[in-house]
């Protein structure tokens, strides 16, 4: 039994030695800025956009520059039919006050009719039957009654058009709202596929989260998709990709070497500063999961590192 407990302590100390020895943990990354205004697809009809004009990636931009530009065409053409809309519906209103309108000056016309009509048969009705005999005292007394019903009916009718020329003015009103808050929808959507600058930088192309191929003008993109941003250099750092395997060797604080791919001969040292909870696939690196982590630089970043750059990152054992 010694004998083979030996054997195997020994086996487990190679392995262990030869695991202790074995090549560093490289990852992939790419420097960003921390401080980078995205430029995100705007909200268009049909939840999809053409890109007209994209400033090229590298140029640096100042505050208020115009940095991409996306068709505005169906936009434009569906706020002029909003337009037509909003005038067929104006003038079906004038129309439509102006009937009512009439049709309240005849029924107050007709109501003030049977009120008189009404005087009249009362005056009548109060002759007594000695002067005029009973048949036409009767008949006085039924002219009466039916010209009390007429003017209640007249009173209803006169009501009914004061409340259907209240309730179409109400109508107009909440249409006119409606009109005028879909003009201005209109007029924001147009606005916003000019997207300006808001700070001072670099522009940096954004890549499709399933192709990973970058954005270009002409692209049809979908609304609420990055697809640029203004990269700000004063606050840079180094965004990396760790497979699913090598999630549990990798914690925060871990030191690591950095070499940018463009300046190999330009050696960093920084901090595995976080590692990001939740992994996703990375279509173009297969069908492995990656956890995004961040790098910070120790001591500074140098001044000629821009965002964009690409890198490799040596995990310090």
């Given at each position: 039994?010694?004998?083979?407990?030996a054997?195997?302590?020994?086996?487990?100390?190679?392995?262990?030695?030869?695991?202790?020895?074995?090549?560093?943990?490289?990852?992939?990354?790419?420097?960003?800025?921390?401080?980078?205004?995205?430029?995100?697809?705007?909200?268009?009809?049909?939840?999809?956009?053409?890109i007209s004009?994209?400033?090229?990636?590298?140029?640096?931009?100042?505050?208020?520059?115009?940095?991409?530009?996306?068709?505005?065409?169906?936009?434009?053409?569906?706020?002029?039919?909003?337009?037509?809309?909003?005038?067929?519906?104006l003038?079906?209103?004038?129309?439509?006050?102006?009937?009512?309108?009439?049709?309240?000056?005849?029924?107050?016309?007709?109501?003030?009719?049977?009120?008189?009509?009404?005087?009249?048969?009362?005056?009548?009705?109060?002759?007594?039957?000695?002067?005029?005999?009973?048949?036409?005292?009767?008949?006085?007394?039924?002219?009466?009654?039916?010209?009390?019903?007429?003017?209640?009916?007249?009173?209803?009718?006169?009501?009914?058009?004061?409340?259907?020329?209240?309730?179409?003015?109400e109508?107009?009103?909440?249409?006119?709202?409606?009109?005028?808050?879909?003009a201005?929808?209109?007029?924001?959507?147009?606005?916003?596929?000019?997207?300006?600058?808001?700070?001072?930088?670099?522009?940096?192309?954004?890549?499709?989260?399933?192709?990973?191929?970058?954005?270009?003008?002409?692209?049809?993109?979908?609304t609420?998709?990055?697809?640029?941003?203004?990269a700000?250099?004063?606050?840079?750092?180094?965004?990396?990709?760790?497979?699913?395997?090598?999630?549990?060797?990798?914690?925060?604080?871990?030191?690591?070497?950095?070499?940018?791919?463009?300046?190999?001969?330009?050696?960093?040292?920084?901090?595995?500063e976080?590692?990001?909870?939740?992994?996703?696939?990375?279509?173009e690196?297969?069908?492995?999961?990656?956890?995004?982590?961040?790098?910070?630089?120790?001591?500074?970043?140098?001044?000629?590192?821009?965002?964009?750059?690409?890198?490799?990152?040596?995990?310090?054992?």
């Amino acid at each position: 039994m010694r004998p083979i407990k030996a054997s195997l302590f020994l086996v487990t100390s190679f392995v262990v030695s030869a695991e202790a020895s074995g090549p560093p943990l490289l990852l992939t990354g790419e420097v960003y800025s921390r401080q980078a205004q995205e430029i995100i697809v705007p909200l268009t009809p049909n939840w999809q956009a053409r890109i007209s004009t994209m400033v090229p990636e590298g140029v640096f931009v100042e505050t208020g520059d115009v940095v991409v530009e996306f068709d505005g065409t169906e936009a434009a053409r569906a706020m002029e039919q909003q337009r037509e809309t909003t005038r067929t519906e104006l003038a079906r209103t004038e129309r439509d006050l102006a009937r009512l309108e009439k049709e309240l000056t005849q029924a107050a016309y007709q109501f003030k009719q049977a009120e008189v009509q009404l005087e009249l048969a009362s005056m009548r009705a109060e002759i007594p039957d000695s002067l005029i005999g009973a048949i036409e005292h009767s008949e006085n007394q039924l002219a009466r009654e039916q010209a009390v019903k007429a003017v209640d009916d007249a009173r209803k009718q006169l009501a009914d058009k004061r409340q259907s020329m209240q309730d179409r003015l109400e109508q107009a009103g909440l249409d006119a709202r409606k009109n005028e808050l879909q003009a201005q929808w209109w007029s924001e959507m147009l606005k916003s596929f000019s997207v300006r600058a808001q700070q001072s930088g670099y522009i940096i192309y954004g890549s499709h989260p399933w192709t990973r191929s970058k954005y270009q003008e002409g692209d049809t993109v979908r609304t609420s998709f990055k697809i640029a941003q203004v990269a700000n250099t004063s606050d840079l750092a180094i965004k990396v990709w760790i497979n699913s395997v090598d999630r549990p060797r990798l914690e925060a604080g871990t030191s690591v070497r950095v070499v940018l791919d463009a300046i190999p001969e330009m050696e960093l040292t920084g901090v595995l500063e976080t590692v990001f909870d939740s992994g996703s696939k990375r279509q173009e690196w297969g069908e492995a999961v990656y956890f995004e982590g961040i790098v910070v630089f120790r001591g500074g970043q140098p001044s000629s590192l821009l965002p964009g750059m690409s890198v490799l990152v040596e995990v310090q054992s």
